[in-house]
């Protein structure tokens, strides 16, 4: 057979990938420490047609590069660039299983970057081969971070002029700020725009029962990972005893975990991350889960780039109960190494209409933004030796 035809044409015959940093524009404070920039692993592949994909993948933490290299990449030279599940299952078999949480952020990567190729081999958007067009503008939530009442007003006062119409407060620094905060920004914005807070596990069960009565006034669309990430029970309990929504999000790695938070009734909405959960498919998976119980869903940001970002709008575009805006730290970044840029019209994105993700790479930022060392987000550098504490009160 022709090597570059039928099943044939599909398959990955080389793979690269870069790490890189991109600063942001402003220091981002939140519960677990201070960032001033992201890093990112961004795959290539090309298959035996000749197709080329792009993933992206964060990479917060030492492991995930590694892991990338010497175990995804390797096992993905095995594979057709349409075997998204195949490859997820065959990392996990390589030994995998019992730490899941360190293959899926490197798995991610690989496996959008199969989606990326797969989509551009068929001359279709990703959307389309997903169930569709859905919804055809995606709107988007913007990040407030900062301690400070008046700073985190002002920035609200910013991303409404910029055309955003829904806001997530970062809290759970200070049981005295939590609800000074989210109140600095209800008065800013008005009644009627949405605000979510996230408080990044940082409350123990009695700390939050109290805080969230204090929350309650300001009809906040949920808060966020109030407690511990692996205490199901304790968010359940916290459903029954108020009526503030909850939202998991670092409690939803994994299917199973998303299998567990329905079973226990956890919570009210779950958000999604293609990165945590191990890729696109694994989040679709996880996406119907969630709405087979009647749970919607959004998508978490952890100031993806222009590949991720183009994901995300083709997932929130086919996946109907993701009903919440998504989560974007995007107005934070300095630059980015896609051509295209994300224009928000209406507190919206545009959802990319070109084959796969729709973006192509901007090789001279990838290589002027490429590094070797992790910028992680759980710590200060202006505090030497401070750590997060989880839960912190």
């Not at 055809?136 to 007003?153: C, G, H, K, N, T």
């Not at 309650?216 to 808060?223: F, I, K, N, Q």
């Amino acid at each position: 057979m022709n090597p570059t035809t039928g099943d044939d044409a599909l398959r990955i015959v080389s793979a690269r990938h870069w790490m890189v940093r991109m600063p942001f524009r402003q220091t981002i404070e939140w519960a677990s420490g201070k960032r001033t920039g992201t890093t990112r692993v961004i795959v290539e592949l090309k298959t035996a047609a000749g197709h080329v994909g792009y993933g992206e993948s964060i990479c917060l933490l030492d492991f995930i590069e590694p892991v990338l290299r010497r175990v995804v990449i390797p096992l993905a030279l095995h594979h057709r660039v349409d075997e998204a599940e195949a490859l997820s299952r065959h990392v996990l078999g390589a030994g995998y299983y019992h730490h899941k949480r360190a293959a899926v952020m490197a798995t991610a990567a690989v496996e959008m970057a199969m989606w990326d190729a797969f989509g551009k081999s068929c001359g279709q958007p990703l959307h389309r081969l997903w169930g569709g067009l859905f919804r055809e503008r995606i709107e988007m939530a913007a990040y407030l971070f900062q301690s400070d009442p008046v700073v985190v007003a002002e920035r609200a006062a910013h991303f409404a002029d910029a055309g955003y119409r829904s806001f997530k407060v970062k809290i759970g620094m200070d049981v005295d700020t939590d609800a000074p905060l989210v109140a600095a920004v209800r008065k800013t914005v008005g009644e009627r725009m949405p605000i979510r807070a996230d408080v990044n596990s940082a409350w123990t069960p009695g700390t939050a029962r109290r805080q969230l009565a204090k929350l309650a006034p300001y009809d906040l669309s949920y808060v966020e990972q109030p407690l511990e990430l692996d205490d199901f029970m304790g968010h359940s309990e916290l459903r029954k005893c108020q009526s503030v929504p909850i939202a998991l999000d670092e409690s939803a790695y994994t299917l199973a975990d998303v299998g567990n938070i329905v079973r226990m009734g956890a919570a009210d909405v779950i958000l999604l991350d293609p990165h945590e959960q191990g890729g696109l498919w694994q989040t679709i998976k996880a996406a119907a889960i969630a709405e087979a119980a009647g749970i919607p869903v959004t998508l978490h940001s952890g100031a993806e780039l222009g590949f991720s970002q183009a994901a995300y709008l083709h997932l929130a575009a086919s996946i109907p109960n993701l009903t919440h805006s998504v989560d974007t730290e995007h107005a934070y970044l300095a630059a980015d190494v896609v051509r295209e840029s994300f224009e928000l019209r209406d507190g919206c994105f545009d959802v990319p209409r070109a084959p796969g993700l729709g973006v192509t790479p901007n090789m001279d930022a990838l290589e002027q933004f490429c590094t070797s060392e992790i910028s992680g987000a759980y710590l200060d550098d202006e505090r030497p030796g401070w750590f997060p504490v989880k839960p912190a009160y």
